[in-house]
Structures are given as C-alpha cells and as structure tokens.
C-alpha cells in the first residue's frame, strides 16, 4: 500500500494532465487547472524547504567543525543578516516590522537589504561568474592542444568563431571585397552557428525530448520508482 | 624555465585580468557587426504598435547582470521610445531587483514614465512553466498584486489585461530554467503569443532551433555581442558596447594562449624525439 497508493496518484495525475492536453474540456481542463495550482503553491513550500535544509547542513558542518566551517558560519550569518533586515525595515517600498527605517535610509541612501542586495551579493555574484574567464584561459593554454585531426578541427573553429563574436574579428576581415565578403569572419562564425552547430543542436533537442518521453511513460506506468527513494 | 615548462597560471591570470581591464578604462570605441537575430528582435519591438501591453521576464540574478541587463536596459528604453506599456514579471527571485534597477536607470532618460500607467512590476513566482501557463488563464489569478502589495484591480495599466490576448509580445532574458525555453513552450506553442528574448552567451546556440519558419522565437539577443548589437540599432553606446572592447580582447588572449600552449606542445615533442 506504502508503495501503491503514490503510483496510483503518479498514474492518474499524468493521465489527466496529459489528456486535458487533448480534451481541453470539463472536466480534465477544470482539474488540470486545480493541479495547475496546486503546483504553484507547492513551489512555495519548496522554497521554505530548500533554506531549512540549508541552514541545517550548513549549521551541521559548522557544530562538527568540518573542514572549512569557518565559511559555513559566514554563509549563515549571510543569510540571518538579509532575513533580518527584510523582515525588520522591509524591501523597497514595503514596510517590515520596525517600519521603513528612515534613520537608515538617510545615512545609507536605500534600505539596509537594499544596500547589502546592490553593493555586496550583487558584486560577490557576478565576480563569482566573471572567474570563469580566468579558468577559460588558463585551460585554453593548458587542454587546447593539438593532438588528432578532431581535436584540429574543433580548434579551429573556435579560434574563428571567438574571433567571429568579438568586434577584432570585424576588423580583421573588414576589407575584403563584396565578391570575398563570405570569408569575413563573422560571417563565417554566423554560418558555423547557423547550420552545423544548428542541426547538431535539433539532433541533441529531438534526442533529449524522446528521451524525456520515454522516461516520463516510464514513470507513469510505474516502471520507473527510483523516484519514491530506496527502501520498502 | 625551459621552452617547455608550462607558464605559471598566476602569469596568465595577470596577462587576462590587465588585458579585460584596460579597455573598460580606456574604451577602443571597436564597433559591433549587428546580427540579424538582433535584428529580428529589433524588428519585432519596433512594428508593436504604440500603447500596446507587453511582457519583460527577468529570468536571471546578478551573476549574469553584466549580459543581461544592458539587454533589459536597451529593451525598456526601446519599448518606451515606442510608448509601450511594460509589465515585468520574474520567474527567479532575485529578477525582481534586477527589474527594478533597470527601471531605474532608464527612468532618468524617461523621467515621464508613471509606474502603474506606463509600467509595472508584478514580481516573482514560483512554478516555472506551470506559471507561465497559468498566465494564459489569467493574469490576475497569477498575480494578484504586484511586488509592492497593490491589488491587480488599482493597477490602471493592467484594467484590460486579463491574460495573453492582451499581450503583444514576450521576451525572457534568460540565465537558465525557468526562462526562455519555457516562454517559446507554454507561452507561444499553447498560447500562440509572440515571443523573443536574450540569453547568455553560452546558451545561445541551444535557442537557435527555435528560431525557424514557426517563429517559436522572433529572434535573439546572446550574450553580451547581442545586447551590444541591440545598442547599435538604437543608435546608443551603454555598458554592452564598452564591454565588448574587454570581451574582444579577452577573445584574442585566449586564442594566444592556445597557440602558445601548442608551441610548447610541440618543442615538448620535438626534443622527446630528438633524445631518442
């Protein structure tokens, strides 16, 4: 029954889902609307979920003083810092508990989140992203090596395409004549995206959806449980 | 240092981080060849006509600020320049912000602009496709209020809204899931509303099989090249064109190294060889 009763609803949830996709009428469409919303509120929930379980692997490592719990305890002082400013004087034109904190805002200009959200996570986000660039180059000098013709090929098609993209590669190639004007690079790039790497990318597209469609009857049907998690 | 020891990554670090920040300090002023992918995207924003009700999905956080919101930015200030009315909405959290700074910004081009009447932020939610399909029922039952808390019903901008038929566009700048791919699936193959949108980068090349003869997609902007192609078209020079100079020459570095790396590569072999 532990195991029944979830298939059971897997089963007829997909079922009608899938069949108000075909009869858009009552009373599929009225229950795909319910189930619609009830995916919404779950969502939520989903949320609330993700920063219990948060705080609780994070508060974890910092009470068994794993390795690096230092920068555990500073993510949670993080996330308590930005609750409780929310929470206390609110977001942008919301009042929170203590009101809208006015003596703050004259001295900072904005909220207190609002201050943290713009000058600290805004710039500690993107400077984690931008870090990319730093890894990207020294791996192209390290990894990017000839070693077979595939390898030769695929480098040289990066080397066009980077040069492509970038406002050098209009440079570059900018002089040609009309009747040479196919090998401007960025035109070469724009034709290297538009087809090969186009009708690879269709082939990986219609791959994944059969895939998904498989695996998706799969668990329908209740072959596939791996979902319920292990045990009895 | 032997020819074929490896250079010091610390070496290359400095070479990319004095490379990327000189041209954001002196800008080369390089030009960016438009696409017609930015064109079609341009197309679609320009031939909306005036007072038309259009959708802005913030479907990103700060990590992709620096592709994005020049794309937000120059898209706001076009819809604008048109008399559009905006609605943004954010499928990720922090895409609420990201709306509301760009508003900002452009608001001092705009100072006109009435929030309520010319735009409005109805905030974030959760569901990812779901909503976007549930925004096809009805906008209201998705968004009872906006971020701020004010009832749908005392939006003056939102008095005809009731779903997509009221809507003559889409576009999703998109970092990932939710965003873009679930606007071209939900919105316009169920809904058949129009729909464009900007992506990274590096996930460009996963939309291009949505643009086709369907018009799953009115074009697309990627990366940081797309939102400064989109600067061109309307004549500006924003955060996207001056960071295209870094981009440029970070591009030609990375190509440097990997020549580099080959020469080393091959004196590597060239003297095993010669030892034997």
């Known amino acids: ?232 | 240092m032997s020819n074929s020891k490896p250079l010091d990554r610390r070496y290359i670090f400095l070479i990319l981080l004095v490379g990327v920040t000189l041209p954001l300090i002196f800008p080369l002023g390089l030009k960016s060849e438009v696409s017609d992918l930015a064109r079609q995207v341009y197309k679609l924003v320009e031939e909306t006509p005036t007072n038309s009700t259009i959708i802005i999905s913030f479907d990103y956080d700060p990590a992709t600020n620096t592709e994005l919101q020049p794309m937000a930015k120059a898209l706001i200030e076009h819809a604008w320049k048109k008399d559009q009315r905006i609605i943004a909405i954010a499928l990720w959290p922090q895409g609420v912000q990201m709306a509301e700074q760009a508003f900002a910004d452009i608001m001092k081009k705009y100072p006109d602009k009435k929030y309520g009447i010319d735009y409005m932020n109805a905030g974030y939610k959760t569901g990812g496709m779901v909503t976007i399909q549930a925004m096809g029922r009805s906008f209201k039952e998705v968004f009872p209020s906006d971020f701020k808390g004010t009832p749908y019903e005392e939006i003056p901008m939102l008095k005809n809204v009731r779903n997509y038929n009221q809507i003559s566009y889409v576009i999703s700048l998109s970092a990932g899931d939710p965003g873009l791919k679930q606007y071209v699936m939900a919105a316009h193959d169920m809904y058949r509303v129009k729909v464009s949108g900007g992506t990274t980068a590096v996930s460009t090349p996963g939309f291009l099989p949505y643009i086709n003869d369907q018009h799953q997609l009115y074009g697309l902007l990627g990366g940081l090249k797309g939102a400064a192609e989109y600067e061109a078209l309307l004549g500006i020079r924003g955060t996207a064109s001056n960071g295209m100079d870094a981009q440029s020459v970070a591009h030609v570095l990375i190509i440097v190294f990997i020549i580099m790396g080959n020469i080393r590569v091959y004196k590597q072999k060239k003297s095993k060889h010669e030892k034997k």
Do not use: C
């Open chain 1, 1 to 232: 029954m532990k195991r029944f009763l979830p298939l059971l609803v897997t089963f007829l949830v997909g079922f009608i889902v899938i069949s108000s996709e075909f009869i858009p009428h009552k009373p599929f469409s009225s229950i795909n609307e319910g189930l619609e919303n009830w995916f919404m509120i779950i969502s939520g929930f989903a949320i609330i979920l993700g920063q219990l379980s948060l705080l609780k692997v994070n508060s974890m490592k910092v009470h068994d003083k794993t390795e690096n719990w230092q920068y555990y305890l500073v993510g949670l002082i993080s996330f308590w810092a930005m609750v409780a400013f929310g929470i206390f004087w609110g977001t942008q034109d919301a009042a929170g508990l203590l009101g809208n904190g006015d003596g703050i805002v004259s001295w900072l200009g904005v909220k207190p989140f609002e201050y943290l959200f713009n000058n600290v996570y805004q710039h500690l986000s993107s400077t984690m992203f931008a870090l990319l660039a730093f890894f990207i180059a020294s791996a192209a000098y390290r990894a990017f090596i000839i070693r077979s013709f595939e390898s030769n090929l695929l480098m040289i098609t990066a080397v066009i395409v980077m040069l492509g993209r970038t406002s050098i590669g209009t440079y570059l190639t900018g002089w040609l004549p009309p009747e040479w004007r196919w090998l401007h690079l960025p035109n070469i790039a724009d034709f290297i995206v538009n087809f090969p790497t186009n009708a690879a990318q269709r082939a990986i597209m219609i791959s994944a959806a059969l895939g998904i469609v498989g695996s998706s009857l799969r668990i329908l049907l209740g072959i596939e449980r791996s979902y319920l998690g292990g045990g009895d």
